[in-house]
């Protein structure tokens, strides 16, 4: 049986080495990571008495994907940075099964200007990314980057959005008890525009309904007068899910590895475009005095205390495009505690690193190889060489 040449022995082992680094860091190197994360615990046992069973609701929340469009995106920044989260996603719904998703809007790069046709090859991008069991529900909220800014936004890209994910934009989601509440904050601009003031009049009417869902609790029949024909949710505070955060001056009090760079933290925030208006901020605190306010749109992490008692995390943005760290957050949430966890993805630096390290080693044992080959045709040469001599000797 004839034996491999050392030059196909070296070939296959380093096909084998491209093809073992391709697959870690397209595929392989989100699990350790992801398998780092764990659902956070309430710190003591919720229990559902008539069933017997856990109560609390596992939520997963991430924000700004932004998918590149047609216009501003280049063919192998799309694939790269959908190929990202699509991993990250479906990994992190295998391993960690959440009940609930959130995504807090900027779902889309280029929402507010593309046209039909790109619109639905955007739509068909994302359902394919996240696509997800019938045991877990996706809720998705609306960013400016979906329906523009406000100055940019109508009824037609709005009504577009919300028929591809089958809500409307500003709702309240119950699960377990838990109340969910799901604001359009790209439209509290407060101008009285006509999408402002409907958004405003079913906050206005969501807040009733919990207001009177909390007073129905005393049973009072001055209560119940006042509350007819109010809807009924669990008697809890809500959680309040938003893309805009509440006013905040800057990030300069965040800390942490998702924080923003230390150039950026003392920028000063703009009203009704980095940040909701102080007067937009103090009606949501006011109307629906949230347990835990969940928002985006900074791609930085952040968390702040509003009035010494409403907490609000910034969720960063999921997609590596905007960031070296992506990050989402993992929530236990029960109706009346809640428990927080960050999980991580791969840096994008590490990755670059590892095919930069491979490309290196490649090139090293290819330079070797030649050089080895090198040496033993120098070898042969002289061999022949030699042969030669003594043939001509003995024939004198």
Same mark, same amino acid.
């Given at each position: ?59 997963? &929340? =991430?924000?700004?994907? @932004?998918?590149? *469009? ?7 920044? %799309? +694939?790269? !940075? ?57 809720? &998705? =909220?609306?960013?400016? @980057?979906?329906? *523009? ?7 037609? %890209? +709005?009504? !577009? ?22 604001v359009n904050s790209v439209a509290l601009h407060g101008d009285g525009c006509p999408i402002c003031q409907s958004v405003e009049k079913e906050l206005l009417k ?168 090198k040496g033993l045709l120098q070898c042969a040469s002289l061999q022949c060489a030699s042969l030669c001599l003594l043939g001509k000797h003995k024939s004198l």
């Amino acid at each position: 049986m004839p034996r491999c040449s050392a030059k196909w022995v070296a070939v296959v082992v380093l096909i084998s080495g491209v093809c073992g680094v391709f697959v870690f860091c397209e595929y392989l190197i989100y699990f350790p990571t992801i398998l780092k994360c764990a659902w956070p615990s309430l710190g003591h046992h919720v229990r559902d008495a008539a069933e017997g069973s856990s109560s609390s609701v596992r939520a997963m &929340v =991430l924000s700004d994907t @932004h998918l590149l *469009g047609a216009v501003g995106g280049h063919w192998f920044d %799309k +694939l790269r !940075r959908e190929w990202q989260m699509e991993r990250a996603f479906q990994t992190a719904m295998w391993l960690l099964r959440p009940e609930i998703v959130f995504i807090l809007g900027d779902i889309f790069d280029e929402g507010k200007w593309s046209s039909p046709k790109d619109w639905e090859d955007d739509v068909r991008r994302f359902h394919r990314m996240f696509r997800h069991s019938p045991d877990t529900e996706l809720v &998705v =909220l609306v960013g400016n @980057h979906d329906i *523009g800014f406000h100055y940019e936004m109508d009824w037609f %890209k +709005l009504q !577009r959005f919300e028929k591809v994910f089958n809500a409307t934009t500003t709702r309240i989601v119950t699960k377990k008890g838990v109340n969910f509440l799901l604001v359009n904050s790209v439209a509290l601009h407060g101008d009285g525009c006509p999408i402002c003031q409907s958004v405003e009049k079913e906050l206005l009417k969501l807040s009733r309904d919990l207001s009177c869902s909390l007073q129905k609790v005393q049973s009072s029949s001055a209560t119940e007068e006042s509350c007819d024909g109010s809807q009924s949710y669990p008697p809890t505070p809500p959680i309040m899910l938003q893309h805009y955060p509440l006013y905040r001056v800057s990030d300069a009090t965040c800390t942490g590895q998702d924080a923003a760079s230390p150039e950026e933290r003392h920028l000063l925030f703009r009203e009704k475009y980095d940040v909701l208006s102080k007067e937009a901020s103090h009606k949501l605190l006011d109307w629906f005095e949230p347990r835990l306010i969940l928002s985006g749109h900074t791609h930085s992490g952040c968390e702040v205390l509003h009035d010494n008692k409403y907490p609000e995390i910034s969720v960063p943005s999921f997609n590596w495009r905007n960031r070296n760290n992506p990050s989402f957050i993992l929530a236990s949430v029960s109706a009346s505690s809640y428990s927080l966890s960050k999980c991580f993805m791969p840096e994008e630096s590490t990755v670059i690193a590892v095919y930069c390290s491979a490309g290196a080693s490649v090139l090293f044992l290819v330079l070797a190889h030649c050089l080895w080959m090198k040496g033993l045709l120098q070898c042969a040469s002289l061999q022949c060489a030699s042969l030669c001599l003594l043939g001509k000797h003995k024939s004198l």
